[in-house]
């Protein structure tokens, strides 16, 4: 994989294909569905895409 499609000796430059040429969006989307299919629900899907680290520095950092 050279996702920066960067020359690398005996390597030339191609375009990616299937899930290299998905953007980050699209990344992200296929995870939160793959994750529905197996059934997680939307607030376990919450927590793995980073709901516990939102909660955590709520409670250790003061109000705004």
């Known amino acids: 994989m050279n996702p920066a499609r960067f020359e690398i000796e005996g390597h030339g430059?191609?375009?990616?294909?299937g899930v290299e040429a998905?953007?980050?969006?699209?990344?992200y989307t296929t995870f939160i569905?793959?994750?529905?299919?197996?059934?997680?629900?939307?607030?376990?899907?919450?927590?793995?895409?980073?709901?516990n680290y939102l909660r955590i520095w709520r409670q250790i950092l003061p109000a705004a």
């Open 13 to 17: 430059a191609k375009p990616g294909a």
């Open 22 to 27: 998905q953007t980050i969006g699209e990344h």
């Open 33 to 51: 569905k793959m994750l529905s299919g197996r059934g997680f629900s939307d607030d376990h899907i919450g927590l793995l895409l980073g709901g």
